[in-house]
């Protein structure tokens, strides 16, 4: 027993960074990266400026946690853009144009977009159609359907209260836009690392074929997942909408990028089954203080794309070769 | 006598303060087949890695043909003629045979690849291996023996002068064993030396002609006589006196649990099957390669959809429409495929015991101090050599596949299939899986084992179900029972 307990003891250090889903690389890269900003522009290290790049996370990271489910399971999702798109303008309409309050708005925006992902599971998992295609003929239809709505115009206008959203920081520090992308990530941490249909997802990204002799539902969880990562683009449509206190066809353009880069910074693997929202809260914060640093150091947008992409190449490399040597 | 083609000398790996291979030397000689034994762990694989250049040695000397030899990398191994042929087949499904057999090394006529050459390069090498099929054709689709066989073709476009067989009839079948054989015996009779791996004792005794034993890294014995009783050679393996290789069986109840009554697979691999397994009774099924063993037991366990007939379960009638079904009523299957069905290999133990058992962690909830505990008490139970929070891939297969077995025991389960319990497990292990089997049986489980391994059938079952294509040829009592009798049935 004496020689159990040493060897459990041995594991413990190990165990206290187990929250990240085993991305410790990316946030080393992450604390360079702010130490790197710190030095090089004054106006980096203050709350105010970290305050800023939280906000500027939100969509992105709301998006991103629905993505990292879809790729732990062995998934991809190239819809969520214009299922951002979409649930805006359905939000836009009902509210501006129809004239319903935004509490049916809202609900009806999600609504649509849970539909979107409802589909994609359907074809993924009844018609066999490969997720890469079912959610690229998605991306198309759901943004012609976002189109369609308003024949290609914005809507602008909405509540006061509604563009406060992302604007009144209460207590002086979060927004409830910031505070509304935490608890999802906290939420959707402790879901997947504790429940056990959370686990399920590890299980059928490692391999579905043992998770289904295992007596998992994983047609059932294949479907969950897409219409999760639907929904949760759909909701950061609406977090958008506040942000721009209008809404229009063609946001989110590119954003299925974004969020998927996001993710795999993150360290979740795109063969699915490893990985987990701490890193890619980790991925989403790399991309939001890259953004903010280039733009405090007055970098072109341009040569930001560049360096966005070296970055993307650099972290996964480095994982990779982490988890090989190891 | 003649010179040998490779001769090993105090050949040692280290591992850090690990030594895997200690101080081995062996000689081969043109023409002859050496079998390669030993448990799991005992070396084989690292040695046979040295050999074919994966692996450098950390001391030692090799020759090859007289001349020093230290290959850096396979490809300088190659070059030479060795070859090493995997268990895992390296063959690309979608491409034809002729791409697959000189994939990396094209004929080139002015720049290009030449087809034409190619393919009748192919052809040449296959038929030199009695294989009639034209080299035009797709690998995906082959069967799994002639897979095998254009992996040799494969070496011997190479010109191999070596050939390392690492079990080689694993996914075989007696007819297509035997073919496999016959190829090997005129390899041999062409002068190339063949290293063969496996743990079929059946198998080592008929085709080889000097048994090399290793054991926990060291060359142990050498038999100069492939005459040489089982047993005596066992031993020698695993270090100890074998008492007997399987344990006792236990009297089946009277009540019947499982009842299939003329059932007939969706993908029609078997029809009209009936048997019934009383409680605490063992059926062994047995058959050839392709006979409908797998096919029928994976539609009992609800993996597979039913055409016709009946599976009932203590009289009552059952409907399986997916696994999870079958896991409610307590039947519960341990497949073919371990890696790729049995366990998730690059996940941790304790989570692959998780997912088999997640509707039973009360409300849902799995915190890491109830998953160690059940992964602990489940460990403990089955005798896995391992902790929780290693990856499964760092196990053997022997302590894989209890994991694959203690995923579902927690569970209490009624009726329990195996699918080739022991397929690629060593000796010494394998009586650890057999007397699992032994006790789920005493415990008044109806058990199911599906074997390629006609020793084991006979060694384990109280009755023996003999399928051949697809048909039930008949069912046997175990008195009645023996190896003859059986591989009648099975090859009707």
Not at chain 1, 61 to 70: D, F, L, N, P, R
Not at chain 1, 152 to 170: C, S, T, Y
Not at chain 2, 157 to 186: C, N, S, V
Request: hydrophobic content about 50%; charged content about 20%.
């Amino acid at each position: 027993m004496a020689t159990v307990d040493v060897k459990e003891q041995a594991q413990k250090p190990q165990n206290s960074m187990s929250w990240l889903g085993g991305a410790t690389g990316p946030l080393i890269g992450l604390i360079l990266l702010c130490l790197f900003l710190a030095f090089a522009s004054d106006k980096f290290l203050s709350v105010r400026n970290g305050l800023n790049i939280l906000d500027q996370i939100t969509v992105i990271g709301i998006m991103a946690v629905g993505m990292t489910y879809v790729i732990l399971i062995g998934g991809i999702d190239l819809s969520v853009g214009s299922v951002l798109a979409l649930s805006m303008m359905i939000m836009g309409w009902v509210a501006n144009v129809a004239g319903y309050p935004m509490a049916v708005a809202i609900p009806l925006a999600l609504l649509a977009s849970a539909v979107c992902g409802l589909i994609v599971g359907i074809l993924v998992t009844r018609f066999k159609v490969p997720a890469f295609i079912a959610t690229l003929a998605m991306m198309s239809a759901a943004r012609g359907v976002a189109n369609m709505i308003t024949d290609g115009q914005q809507i602008v206008g909405f509540p006061e209260w509604f563009m406060m959203l992302a604007i009144d920081r209460h207590f002086g520090i979060l927004t409830a836009t910031v505070f509304l992308m935490l608890v999802v990530l906290l939420v959707s941490w402790l879901f997947l690392q504790f429940r056990a249909e959370g686990r399920m997802l590890y299980a059928i990204g490692g391999n579905p074929e043992v998770a289904r002799l295992a007596g998992i539902n994983v047609q059932l969880v294949t479907i969950g997942v897409y219409m999760f990562c639907a929904v949760l683009a759909g909701l950061a449509g609406i977090v958008l909408a506040a942000r721009l206190d209008s809404v229009q066809p063609s946001s989110g353009f590119g954003y299925e990028l974004d969020t998927i880069a996001a993710v795999v910074i993150g360290g979740t693997s795109l063969s699915g089954g490893a990985g987990g929202i701490g890193g890619t809260l980790i991925g989403v914060l790399i991309i939001g203080v890259l953004r903010n640093g280039l733009n405090l150091l007055n970098v072109s947008p341009f040569l930001q794309q560049v360096i966005i992409g070296v970055v993307i190449v650099l972290a996964v490399g480095a994982e990779t070769l982490r988890r090989k040597t190891r | 006598m003649t010179e040998p083609v490779l001769s090993l000398r105090g050949i040692t790996k280290r591992y850090g303060p690990l030594e895997v291979v200690k101080n081995v030397s062996m000689d081969v000689y043109p023409g002859e087949v050496v079998a390669l034994l030993g448990e799991n762990g005992a070396g084989k694989s690292t040695l046979s890695g040295i050999i074919a250049g994966s692996k450098t040695p950390s001391e030692g000397k090799m020759t090859w043909l007289g001349q020093p030899y230290a290959p850096a990398t396979p490809r300088e191994a190659i070059d030479k003629g060795v070859v090493l042929i995997h268990q895992e087949l390296q063959l690309l499904p979608e491409l034809s045979i002729a791409e697959n057999v000189f994939i990396g090394r094209w004929p080139m006529k002015n720049g290009r690849v030449d087809r034409a050459q190619m393919v009748a390069r192919a052809q040449e090498q296959l038929s030199r291996l009695n294989l009639h099929i034209p080299a035009t054709r797709k690998v995906a689709g082959l069967s799994t023996a002639n897979q095998q066989l254009i992996e040799i073709a494969k070496a011997l476009a190479l010109d191999a002068r070596l050939l390392i067989l690492d079990e080689p009839t694993a996914a075989l079948g007696g007819a297509e064993t035997e073919a496999l054989f016959e190829q090997i015996r005129k390899l041999r009779a062409e002068g190339v030396g063949i290293i063969y791996i496996s743990h079929r004792m059946e198998e080592i005794k008929k085709i080889t002609d000097r048994i090399v034993v290793l054991r926990d890294g060291e060359r142990v014995h050498e038999f100069a006589d492939s005459s040489t009783p089982v047993r005596t050679i066992v031993e020698s393996m695993v270090g100890r006196s074998l008492e007997r290789m399987f344990p006792a069986r236990a009297v089946p109840q009277e009540k019947t649990v499982l009842e299939v009554k003329n059932l007939t697979g969706a993908n029609g691999a078997f029809n009209d099957v009936s048997f019934s397994v009383k409680a605490g009774e063992i059926l062994g099924i047995a058959g050839l390669v392709g006979a409908g063993r797998t096919e029928l037991v994976r539609t009992i366990a609800g993996a597979d959809a039913i055409r016709s007939g009946e599976i009932r379960m203590n009289g009552e009638k059952l409907s399986l429409k997916s696994p999870a079904d079958a896991i409610a009523r307590g039947i519960v299957m341990v497949p073919e495929d371990r890696k790729l069905q049995g366990v998730v290999v690059g996940h941790k133990i304790d989570e692959n015991l998780v997912y088999a058992n997640l509707d039973r962690f009360g409300n849902g909830w799995i915190t890491p101090s109830k998953k160690r505990s059940f992964a602990d008490m489940a460990i403990r139970a089955f005798g896995v050599k391992g902790r929780g929070e290693q990856l499964a891939s760092d196990l053997s297969g022997g302590n894989q596949q209890k994991v694959v077995i203690a995923k579902w025991l927690t569970r209490d389960p009624k009726v329990v299939v195996l699918d080739e319990p022991t397929r690629g497990i060593d000796v010494g292990a394998r009586a650890g899986i057999y007397d699992i089997i032994a006790n789920l049986a005493k415990e008044g489980v109806a058990v199911i084992v599906v074997s390629s391994d006609l020793e084991e059938v006979l060694g384990v079952s109280n009755r023996i179900l003999v399928l051949a294509q697809g048909r039930q040829a008949g069912m046997l009592d175990r008195e009645q029972a023996n190896d003859v009798s059986v591989m009648e049935l099975a090859t009707i």
